[in-house]
Structures are given as C-alpha cells and as structure tokens.
C-alpha cells in the first residue's frame, strides 16, 4: 500500500503536459534565413551555447571552470561561431539530462525564441507596407500569448527576481567569459531589430545587420573586455523597435533574464540538485505571470538609458570609431548599476527593498508617461545629458519634467516632504542645498513646507506605483518579506529616530528653506528648474 500510494507522487512531480507548436502561417516565414543567411545561422550556434551550459552545469555544478571558460568557450567561438550550422538545432540532443528535468522551461524558450525568428521574418519582408508589418507583429505577439503555460509576460519584470534571489550571480561570478558570452547572443538577437527597423532601403538593411554581425564578433575579442557588462535590454539596443513593438520588447528582456536565472539556479549549490527542477519551475511561473515581480513600464523604458549603453555592449547602428569605454564594474547588479550613477544614490530601481518610506522605487511616479521621441523610454520633457567624450553615449538625467498630472504629483510631493529622514538627510548635503538654490514652488508647495511638524512620523508606506500593475513591484520595495516572496532577500533598513531636544521656539520667523528632494534632478510642478547646478542638466 505505501508503495502504491508514493508512485503517483513521484510520477506527478515530475508529469509534464507540454507540447510544441509550430510558426503561425504566412508568406512572410523564413525571410530572414533566406536574405540575411549570415545572420540566421549565428541563432542556431547561439541554440547550441545555451543548451551545452545548461547541460554541464546541471551535470556538474562542481566541475571546474575552466571547462565552460575554456573548453567549451573556445570551441564555440574559434569553430561554431566561426562556421555556424545551417539550420536550428535539436537542443534536447544536447541538453539531454537538463531537458528531462525542465521540459516546461526549455519549451518557453523554444516558444520564445520562435517569437523572435518570425518578427525578424517580418522586419525583413520587402513585399509588405509599414502598416501591414504593424499589423502582423500584433498578431505575432496575440499568437504566442495563446500559450500562456508557455508565454513570458509582457509586463516588465523588476531585477530583484533576477538578481536577488538565493541562488542569483553565481553564474555571471564564477563565469564571466561566458556568461559575457551570453549576453553578447542577447545584444545581438535585439540589435538586429533595429537595423532592420531604420533602414530605409533594402540595402540599408542589409549593411546595417552586416555591421551589427561584426560588432557581435568584435566582442569576442579580448574577451570579456568587450562584452557586455549587465544584460542588454531591448529598449537601450534597440529604441525604435522597443518604442514601436513595447510588448514583443518586454518579453524578449523577460526571456533573457530568464536565462540568467536558470544558469543561476544550475550553477549554484544552495540549490539542491534534487531541487533544481521545482526552482526552475518556480521561475518559470513567475516569469509567465502578471501578478508579482513587476516593474512600471516607463522604469523599464528608461533603465537602460541611465545605465547606459556602453555598459550593454554599446549600439547596434551607427558609425562607431571603438569601444566606448565602460562605467560600471563587471558582473555588477542593476540596482547597484543604478545606484553608481551621477544622483541615483539612495534611489531604488525595483532591484531591491530599500527602507520603508525613504526612497522612490523605480521612479514609478504618477503622471509619468512613455515619451514620443526618438529615444524610446524616456519621459515627457526628460533630456539626456549631453555625450561625453569617454563614452560616446548620452547618460545621466537631465532637466526631467514630469508629466501633467499636477494633483497627483502634488499629493506624493506633500507625501515625500513630510518625512523627516528625507528632508533632513537632503538638508545635511550641502551640494544638494547649493542644487536646490534659486528654486522657486508655488503657493501650495510652500503651504505644504510650512506646515509640516518639525518632527513628522515617517511614513511606513512609499509613494504609489506609477503603473497600474505594478502594485506587487511597489510591495516589494515596502515590505521586508511580502507573501508571495517568501525567498525574496530583504535590504530594509532601521532609520534612528529623532532624540534631538526641541527648541525653544524663537519669536524671530526664520528664513524659509528651500525645498528639497529625495530625487536628484527631478522636476515637481510648480518648480522652476532654472539656477539649479547640476551636470548635464538642461532646465
């Protein structure tokens, strides 16, 4: 009887019901294989990379490195690379042990990947109009979702799924040829969009991914100098794709950080190897759903863009004279990427849990709406600092406006400013003070200023998300351990309360301050940007 009774358990545990479905019909498939064969065959080398990494690793997570750093390394891009295969590859011949423990995660990248190959299809037709490309990518993007036991959610996950997790790093820490390795494949499977999304000619087209295909083979040189430093995201790589198809974008970043999460999870042995297989699943579910793990769309958007596209590989198009020189250290999180740079410190990015009430994650702020300007991803009235001469690439934030919605970012700013930590932690940074200087607010503003305690509660509950399902992304930046998170790591910390002995008040009125931000650069309505010092900042 207790033999009976265990082997359905084990036979459900590891019961899987997924099957494999074909490419949407049209005259419009295999285009890209038959005019850009250069192209098309460096997807099938790229089929054999992951599906050898996850073998290897989910073999021995022990072995030594030297064999994917290496080995493996060298084979791919001095005779794989080198001479790519002409047609996909069977990868369940590859990654056979790893393709019986998680059939259901290699079937969402095959599904995923299919997504790829047949937009490229599109974008390479010259039998149809801008319209009807439009029109057939919307239908694309409506057929894959008709497998959502297999479809990414098109809804922008944030990086603490990725990076901040028990098992996250291990892969990018113990392996950074290859995994820059990786991440070049990704810089390339979004850099072809855009090439083809620009170029005004057939032959356009055909130069433009010719000179995307020789950077990708560039950053094989002097590896890992010249790979990417965090995971390349569409809308950075590729703006006039991401700012035109956000949906296709969104799931193809939730695709590649997915990827990262299952070499994670196979290299690192806080992982159980017998628990492998319910970790990836885990994974897999959460990048499927719609509910948790969420980001706003315009974090999303505009992420790429402070982190800057020298530190994903650099641009795709474009008259390139080198390598623009990297800012951030490699194998770095986002959110500490985020946090390097010029006025982000403090500010959190949906990659971790900062304190409860003292920061404004992800810049999620109402009123903030996807701009119409070329760089996709930025907000209404956001201009990019000017180019340095190091990197070739606007970076920074400067003179961003938010959008209309006056009440609502008035009710955050009052919500903001009365909190002691923040204002007092703003007062205390004498260049913020100097930033700040010659700011002028309106009426309500200095209201809010003047009545606000000298000695206010913090409020335990951060600003609200910007977009409307982002609600569980805004949780995870309050609470230290929210239920749907029970691995989620926790970076909140305690603020000291108050214990300065108050004044006697003074019947001489002092001087009203200037009002500060927890937000570098940021414009609030009713502020008058002009005098404020700021580099690369443009009122």
Known sequence: MLGSAATPRAAHAQWSTTYEQYYLPGKFNFTFRRDYPAAD????????GHAILY?????????????????????ITRKL?????????????IEVNYAKIAPEAKAMFDWAHL?????????????????????????????YKTRPDLAFSSVPKNMELMEGQPYSLAFRQRYPKFNGLIWGYHWLQVGLYEPLMIGRSQEERQAGVAAAVTRFRQMLENAPEHMPRVMPMTATIAPSFAKRYPEASIIFDNLHAMHD?????????????????????????????????LMPVAEWASMGQMIGIENMGGPAVGVLSGWTAPTIPRGITMADAMKSMPGMAGMGHGATAPAAGHSMPGMSMPGMKMNDSAHAGTMPGMSMGEPTAHSGHASGMAGMNMGDNDSSMRALHERMMEDPVIHERMMADTAMRRMMSGMSMDSSSMHMMHRMPASAPSHAAGPASAHSHAHESSSASRKAAPAHTPTLKSSSTKVAPNKATPKKASTKKAPARPMVHDMPGMKMPGMNMQGMNMPGMKP
Not at 81 to 93: D, F, G, I, Q, T
Not at 269 to 276: E, I
């Open 41 to 48: 065959r460096l997807f099938n080398a790229f089929d054999y």
């Open 55 to 75: 073998e290897r690793l989910y073999n021995n997570s022990r072995a030594p490195a030297s064999e994917l750093e290496e080995q493996e390394y060298n084979f």
């Open 81 to 93: 690379l080198v001479s790519p295969p002409r047609l996909p590859l069977a990868e369940a011949a």
């Open 115 to 143: 997504l790829h190959r047949q937009i490229y299809d599109v974008l390479a037709s010259e039998s149809m109009t801008q319209s009807e490309k439009d029109a057939k990518i919307a239908e694309l993007v409506a057929y």
């Open 261 to 293: 999460v299952v070499s994670d999870i196979l290299a690192n042995d806080v992982v159980p190897h017998g628990g492998k297989r319910a970790a990836i699943l885990e994974a897999a579910s959460r990048y499927r759903d719609d509910r948790t793990f």
